[in-house]
């Protein structure tokens, strides 16, 4: 038996922000390492997830962290 969790990003994001979030900018914010072709790459990725913070929430329920590198980063890329 398998169980996922669904919407896991939802405590790491900040609704308050739905209005203004603005999905490029956001993941160059959390992955400031990612080049223009791989935040195109993310954005469309998402684009299909429905609002912006709705992507949001997905972005971070992909993230994930590491503590031996003290770093978060995105299981997708």
Known sequence: MAVTNTFEGTNFVNS???STVQIP????NLFPKLGEAEVREGTAQYAKLGSPIDQVVGIMGECEWSDAGRSLFFSEF
């Open 25 to 28: 900018e956001y993941l160059v």
């Open 16 to 18: 308050s922000t739905a």
